[in-house]
Nanobody, 122 residues
Framework: QVQLVESGGGLVQAGGSLRLSCTAS????????MGWFRQAPGKERDFVAA????????WYADSVKGRFTISRDNAKNTVFLQMNSLKPEDAAVYYC???????????????WGQGTQVTVSS
């Protein structure tokens, strides 16, 4: 079993930056892809970014390409999401996920964190 805990969310002005972290415990996630998703009020949970097991490959939603960067530190069982040039439409609860069961961009991951709120003021 894997437990995922996100941190780093908060309130930021448009154009600002935040860095989210997700730390896994209970079992190492270093062999598995991991992803970030987000869900705004009244909307479905959407794919944001994913990273393969060693960080050699990354994937992004079109809406965040060039602004967000996903990375990982397997020694610390942690994955990061650096978010720059934030926009009001980026506001959502951000979720970390581990072990995709189908496509890395689908909501079909085995393990999920509880989420961290990101609020962007205009």
């Amino acid at each position: 079993q894997v437990q995922l805990v996100e941190s780093g969310g908060g309130l930021v002005q448009a154009g600002g930056s935040l860095r989210l972290s997700c730390t896994a415990s209970g079992r190492s996630t270093s062999s598995y892809p991991m992803g970030w998703f987000r869900q705004a009020p009244g909307k479905e949970r959407d794919f944001v970014a994913a990273i393969n097991w060693n960080g050699g490959s990354t994937w992004y939603a079109d809406s965040v390409k060039g602004r967000f960067t996903i990375s990982r530190d397997n020694a610390k069982n942690t994955v990061f999401l650096q978010m720059n040039s934030l926009k009001p439409e980026d506001a959502a609860v951000y979720y970390c996920a581990a072990v995709p069961l189908t496509r890395y961009s689908s909501n079909d991951y085995r393990y999920w964190g509880q989420g961290t709120q990101v609020t962007v003021s205009s």
